[in-house]
């Protein structure tokens, strides 16, 4: 199982770019790596995917470095809406014989 | 689409008691699995499938039962209840298998269900 190391917690004010930074040592060659949010009482959800370089959508950008051993969550101008729990997952997309475990996930607290 | 469905949202047993957890998803995915939340901690999977008649352990499966009859739903079994079994339940779907360019690796999970046992 390709585990997961994130930093606890991280504080932010609004308009700010935060990075939350994972380490997966032990990642495979047919992992990718995936980037949740999660706010209290809810179901995690989906933001961001990617499996080597950069990847970028309209509320984030993932950076992989060559060597896949870590990656980095970026967020830019977050607002109070962005206080969650992010989570980074690795995994065989494809799912097959696959535990898609989570780490214990990031707390960003964003603040006015 | 409803996407992933759990039902009940809410639920208190005594310990001893047995009950299921149902999910169903309206998406076609072959990959489901259920995870348990602790306040103020991660999520842990208990089980997973990766299709119809197929399952396997996850990390925490002990005092959990699952099957997997139909493609759309994947109910959890609690054999006996206990109190350190309170926590909130999320099942969560994935396409997988097949066309390659179908598995985007996004899970989808429901909205919860919340176990308390006395």
């Known amino acids: 199982l390709a585990k997961t190391t994130q930093p606890i917690s991280m504080d932010s004010y609004e308009g700010q770019e935060v990075n939350i930074t994972c380490s997966h040592n032990n990642i495979a060659t047919n992992d990718y790596i995936t980037w949740y949010q999660q706010f209290p009482s809810q179901g995690p959800r989906f933001i961001i995917q990617?499996?080597?370089t950069k990847v970028t959508n309209e509320v984030a950008s993932l950076f992989i470095p060559a060597d896949r051993k870590s990656s980095t969550l970026s967020l830019p101008r977050v607002s109070l809406s962005d206080t969650a729990v992010y989570y980074c997952?690795?995994?065989?997309?494809?799912?097959?014989?696959?535990?898609?475990?989570f780490g214990a996930g990031t707390i960003l607290r964003v603040k006015s | 689409n409803a996407g992933v469905t759990q039902t009940p949202k809410f639920q208190v047993l005594k310990t001893g008691q047995s009950m299921t957890l149902q999910c169903a998803q309206d998406?076609?995915?072959?990959?489901m699995s259920w995870y348990r939340q602790d306040p103020g901690m991660g999520l842990r999977l208990i089980h997973y499938s990766v299709g119809a008649g197929i399952t396997d352990q996850g990390e925490v499966p002990n005092g959990y039962n699952v099957s997997r009859s139909t493609t759309e739903d994947f109910p959890l079994r609690l054999l006996s209840a206990a109190p350190s079994q309170t926590s909130v339940y999320f099942c969560?779907?994935?396409?997988?298998?097949?066309?390659?360019?179908?598995?985007?690796?996004?899970?989808?999970f429901g909205e919860g269900s919340r176990l308390t046992v006395l």
């Open positions: 969560a779907s994935m396409a997988s298998g097949g066309a390659h360019e179908l598995n985007t690796g996004e899970l989808f």
């Open positions: 990617g499996y080597k």
């Open positions: 998406m076609n995915h072959e990959y």
């Open positions: 997952l690795v995994g065989d997309r494809l799912g097959y014989g696959n535990k898609l475990v």
